[in-house]
C-alpha cells in the first residue's frame, strides 16, 4: 500500500512540474520569442524601405521584381502640379 502512495505521489509531481512548465512556456517564454520575431520584421521591413528610398534617390526610379513572367513594378518619385492662384 506505501508503494502505491509513493507512485501517486511521484505521477502528481510531474504531472505539476509539466503543468508549470507549460504555464511558463505559454505566458512567459512564447511572448518573449513573439516580441522578438516581431522586432526582427520591423527592422527588416525598415531595411527594406530604407534600400527603396536610396535606390529612388540615387537613380530616379525603382524596379521591383513581381514574378517569373511579370513586368517589374517601377516605382517614380511624384511630384504634384502646382495650383496657380487665380487673381
Known amino acids: ?12 509531481a510531474i504531472l505539476v512540474v ?11 517564454i512564447q511572448p518573449a520569442i513573439q516580441g522578438y520575431n516581431v522586432q526582427r520584421q520591423t527592422e527588416g521591413m525598415q531595411i527594406a524601405v ?11 526610379f525603382v524596379q521591383i521584381p513581381m514574378g ?3 513586368q517589374p513594378l517601377v516605382l ?4 504634384p502640379p502646382q495650383q496657380q492662384l487665380i487673381q
Not at 50 to 60: A, D, H, K, R, V
Open 76 to 79: 517614380v518619385p511624384y511630384t
Open 50 to 60: 530604407n534600400s527603396i528610398l536610396l535606390q529612388l534617390q540615387q537613380q530616379g
Open 68 to 70: 517569373e513572367g511579370q
Open 18 to 28: 509539466v503543468l508549470a512548465i507549460v504555464v511558463l512556456y505559454s505566458f512567459v
Open 1 to 12: 500500500m506505501a508503494d502505491k502512495s509513493k507512485v501517486v505521489i511521484i505521477v502528481l
